[in-house]
């Protein structure tokens, strides 16, 4: 069995992939070679998984402790605190950029200053005050339990994994837009293989088995738009992606899933 293909090799790609987007603690790889990381990407929506999963486990464990609104927030923080805040960072710089910036190099420039200015401030408190009310309105739907679970418990796993094989499929048939040579994840930018894309478009199948089919089939439809529309604005405003821009796809995508699980269970 070749070297790359194996278990261990895919054990080592998992690894990266839950270094790269968490803030577990990973072991330095031996012998590590760049072209992991792209090859890594197949494993993405899975950290979308496991995040979903912490931050479900923190929703039921509290909600039997504290009130609903409560229980809400330290899911969210559970979260926020596993994956550095690595997505709601790049909501707020996407939104400084687009905001402040008149030009694609004013923009790019805008979005690699650490400051936070008054757009992203403004993007990401009403990301997070939408994001906590959505998921108190689901936490308090008087609906028969899916599988023995709390809709919240399914919300939180899916959207954090679907959202994710969203905002990561746009390396596949986008154009990174920064300077590549010296970008962090240039590895991801560059050609991804025909295995990374069906092994995370299968990851986002997984979620999708606990729902009804009529629900999965409107989530399909409704990510297939939402990447049309968040395809078109990217391209309009850059004429391509940044990581930052990934960042943002992720917490507009996890929005919209809190927001097709509310109106479908509430209509």
């Known amino acids: 069995m070749s070297k790359e293909t194996g278990l261990r090799h895919q054990w080592r790609l998992w690894c990266i992939a839950l270094g790269f987007f968490t803030r577990v603690p990973i072991k330095d790889i031996p012998d590590f070679k760049q072209h992991w990381l792209n090859q890594a990407s197949r494993y993405y929506g899975v950290v979308g998984l496991l995040v979903g999963v912490v931050a ?3 929703w039921q464990v509290s909600s039997l402790l504290w009130p609903v609104s409560i229980a809400v ?4 923080m559970a979260s926020a605190l596993l994956t550095g805040g690595f997505h709601e960072d790049g909501l707020a710089d996407t939104w400084d950029g687009f905001g402040g910036g008149w030009s694609v190099e004013k923009k790019l420039t805008i979005m690699k200053d650490s400051r936070l200015g008054t757009y992203g401030a403004l993007a990401l408190i009403f990301a997070i005050l939408l994001k906590f009310q959505l998921l108190v309105c689901l936490a308090q739907l008087s609906i028969e ?4 679970l709390n809709i919240i418990v399914i919300a939180l796993v899916s959207s954090h994994c ?3 094989v969203l905002a990561v499929s746009l390396i596949f048939n986008q154009t990174y837009v920064r300077d ?3 970008s962090k994840v240039k590895p991801m930018t560059e050609q991804q293989s025909p295995t990374e894309i069906i092994i995370l478009l299968l990851s986002g199948l997984l979620p999708l088995t606990l729902l009804p089919l009529t629900l999965s089939l409107s989530f399909i439809a409704v990510l297939i738009v ?4 968040i395809v078109m604005w990217y391209n309009k405003q850059l004429g391509g992606y940044t990581g930052d821009l990934l960042g943002q796809a992720q917490q507009i995508s996890e929005l919209t899933i809190y927001l097709t699980f509310l109106t479908y269970f509430t209509h």
């Open 226 to 229: 939402s990447r049309c529309l």
């Open 162 to 164: 679907l959202s994710r």
């Open 145 to 148: 339990p899916i599988l023995g």
């Open 56 to 58: 479900a486990l923190t």
């Open 73 to 76: 927030i330290l899911s969210m």
């Open 180 to 182: 590549i040579d010296s």
